[in-house]
């Protein structure tokens, strides 16, 4: 036991930064997954949960191909966990000298068995709407952990002090509030549309052409604010952060487009589900972006 304890790093090595890697993507692919049910019709394809059918817990033949697509996401679930897991091993023993890792991987941890609740509560109700885009809101709160942990990892621990204006500080703020809004808005936009994973499924009975339009204006706002931030940040020394926001235009610019395109073309299914996976790539960059403000403390190994 003295043996396999010391084999866990005590300091950032590949293993860690392995683990910090798989969290995040890992997070982003389960959303791809996720989607890929829903917008298969697949949404009820195991009908009941934690079982697969009142008398399974793996799906039958007799379920076909929807059984087999929203049995697999259920497996992902597991993965997600065991990287989990992986993680905290990989930063047990720094528990001393880097906390805030021990810390995000353990919420990063929770927030899997939560979101397989939600997820069991989703099956239950049918596929109710607003239960299904909690759902989504969970796994991007959960991209922004992970991102968060990936960025402490390969950067280092935050002194705190803020390396950048506060009028730019203020502005990638705002940008996460227009994300969040965003988000939320093609939440509810995608409750009221033709996806609602199960063609029995409920809709959310709202105007949808109205709140594709809504949804539009704080994702115009993210492009706004978001080029704004990156033109400010070519005036400051900080490559990440510079980095970091071109990324976040380009993806947003993309993001912009698929929306477009989807809006006028009917929803198809691949098109919406592009957009839902790069929302969350979106996610994951204005967080990093937030976090190369502050000064850095390298990262040790």
Not at 98 to 113: D, F, K, N, T
Request: charged letters at 10%; glycine letters at 10%; proline letters at 4%.
């Amino acid at each position: 036991m003295r043996t396999l304890w010391k084999w866990f790093p005590d300091t950032i090595d590949a293993r860690v930064r392995f683990f910090a890697w798989a969290s995040l993507i890992s997070q982003i692919v389960i959303i791809g997954t996720g989607g890929a049910v829903r917008l298969t019709g697949s949404g009820l394809g195991c009908p009941t949960w934690p079982q697969c059918t009142a008398e399974s817990y793996v799906t039958t033949p007799e379920m076909g191909l929807h059984g087999v697509i929203e049995f697999a996401n259920r497996l992902l679930t597991f993965v997600l966990v065991l990287i989990a897991i992986g993680m905290f091993l990989m930063v047990v023993r720094q528990r001393l000298e880097r906390p805030e890792l021990l810390r995000l991987s353990v919420a990063l941890g929770l927030g899997i068995p939560g979101q397989a609740v939600i997820g069991g509560i989703t099956v239950l109700t049918d596929l109710n709407p607003y239960v299904v885009g909690l759902h989504y809101l969970l796994s991007a709160v959960l991209v922004g952990l992970a991102a968060v942990l990936l960025y402490r990892v390969r950067v280092g621990r935050s002194s705190g002090r803020s390396v950048v204006p506060s009028a730019l500080s203020a502005t990638l703020w705002a940008l996460l509030v227009a994300l969040a809004a965003s988000v939320v808005m093609g939440i509810i936009t995608t409750g009221s549309g033709p996806h609602a994973g199960d063609g029995g499924a409920a809709r959310n009975g709202l105007n949808s052409e109205l709140l594709q339009h809504i949804h539009a204006w704080p994702s115009y706002a993210v492009f706004g604010l978001s080029v704004i931030a990156v033109i400010w940040a070519i005036r400051v020394s900080v490559p990440r952060l510079r980095r970091t926001l071109v990324a976040t235009v380009v993806v947003v610019v993309a993001q912009i487009g698929i929306g477009l395109f989807q809006a006028r073309n009917g929803l198809p299914e691949l098109a919406v589900g592009i957009h839902m996976v790069l929302a969350s790539v979106i996610v994951a960059l204005v967080v990093s972006a937030l976090l190369a403000t502050r000064e850095e403390v390298p990262a040790q190994g």
